[in-house]
C-alpha cells in the first residue's frame, strides 16, 4: 500500500510564506510523477505544480514565480515552497503521486492539509 502524507499546512498573513512537504511510503517505484493540487471552498480542485522524477517541473500560471515544487527522490519527499502568498491561495492542498509502470499508471492522493491566508 501507498501513503502520502502531508504536513506544513496552516494560517499566515497575506505576503508571507509557508512550505508544504508529502511524504509517500510504501512500495514507490522509480519512475513517477508528484504532483500538488488545491481546492478553495466552493471551487473544483485545481493543478498547482508538478514534478517527475527526473526532475522537470511544471506549475500553474497562477503560481509561476510564487510556488517553487522539488523534491528528495531518497525520501520520496515532495515540497512546495510558496511565497508571496495571497487570501486567493486559501485552499486545501493535495499531494498526488502518479506510479508509472508496465502495468499501467497507479494514481495516490493524501489526505489534504488545510493553507488559509489572512488579508
Known amino acids: 500500500q501507498v501513503q502520502l502524507v502531508e504536513s506544513g499546512g496552516g494560517l499566515v498573513q497575506a505576503g508571507g510564506s509557508l512550505r508544504l512537504s508529502c511524504a509517500a511510503s510504501g512500495i514507490i517505484v522509480s519512475i513517477n510523477t508528484m504532483r500538488w493540487y488545491r481546492q478553495a471552498p466552493g471551487k473544483q480542485r485545481e493543478f498547482v505544480a508538478t514534478?517527475?522524477?527526473?526532475?522537470?517541473?511544471n506549475s500553474a500560471d497562477s503560481v509561476k514565480g510564487r510556488f517553487t515544487i522539488s523534491r528528495d527522490n531518497a525520501k520520496n519527499t515532495v515540497y512546495l515552497q510558496m511565497n508571496s502568498l495571497t487570501p486567493e491561495d486559501t485552499a486545501v492542498y493535495y499531494c498526488n503521486l502518479v506510479q508509472i509502470t508496465g502495468r499501467g499508471n497507479f494514481d495516490y492522493w493524501g489526505q489534504g492539509t488545510q493553507v488559509t491566508v489572512s488579508s
Open positions: 514534478i517527475r522524477s527526473g526532475g522537470s517541473t
